[in-house]
T-cell receptor, first 114, second 110 residues
């Protein structure tokens, strides 16, 4: 079956512009995660959705970052007024349920802020 | 805050050599996972360990979870160029998200 799909795969934007990143999880997966990976580094947790529960936003680095998820489907991560330090790969993952199953990752969106 | 440390940060070895990479924390995790990530792709799960002292083998890879469930190791026997990648450990703790370590970047030279 289809895996986690992220779009766009690459995004170059000017400093100060807003960007929207999209994640299509695996059908039936109730949990969805967003991570940020800076060049050569590990994964930094951003936000987590589980079913219809309130999302865990504890990893969002500033109020310029927000994310939404409609039910158990598509999620969008929005970064407003982008800064150069936002440049990174943004990875989305989904799992059948929280903490008890495998994280299935997409290939990420590489964001470059010039 | 639960943190995971990994060592070494970088490792470059010749094909056929053995190696061990480590994942350590001061926190207890209910389970720990190892992922491998190749350039341009997302991480892919290798194994999940749940029980303290557990040892799991996956072909030439041996994973061990510490007795206190605070640390883990990954041993690769007779490394091959296809083993090259970023090895990440991830712990499931008290929150509802996985905490990832910074990774060990392995390069196996032919």
């Amino acid at each position: 079956g289809a895996g986690v799909s992220q779009s766009p795969s690459n995004k170059v934007t000017e400093k100060g512009k807003d960007v929207e990143l999209r994640c299509d999880p695996i059908s039936g997966h109730t949990a969805l995660y967003w991570y940020r990976q800076r060049l050569g580094q590990g994964l930094e947790f951003l936000i987590y959705f589980q079913g219809n529960s309130a999302p865990d936003k504890s990893g969002l680095p500033s109020d310029r970052f927000s994310a939404e998820r409609t039910g158990e489907s598509v999620s969008t991560l929005t970064i407003q007024r982008t800064q150069q330090e936002d440049s990174a790969v943004y990875l989305c993952a989904s799992s059948l349920k929280a903490l008890e199953s495998t994280l299935h990752f997409g290939n990420g969106t590489r964001l470059t802020v010039t | 805050t639960q943190l995971l440390e990994q060592s070494p940060q970088f490792l470059s070895i010749q094909e056929g050599e053995n190696l061990t990479v480590y994942c350590n924390s001061s926190s207890v995790f209910s389970s720990l996972q190892w992922y491998r990530q190749e350039p341009g792709e997302g991480p892919v799960l290798l194994v999940t360990v749940v029980t303290g002292g557990e040892v799991k083998k996956l072909k030439r890879l041996t994973f061990q979870f510490g007795d206190a469930r605070k640390d883990s190791s990954l041993h690769i026997t007779a490394a091959q160029p296809g083993d090259t990648g970023l090895y990440l450990c991830a712990g499931a703790g008290h929150g509802q998200n996985f905490v990832f370590g910074p990774g060990t970047r392995l390069s196996v030279l032919p």
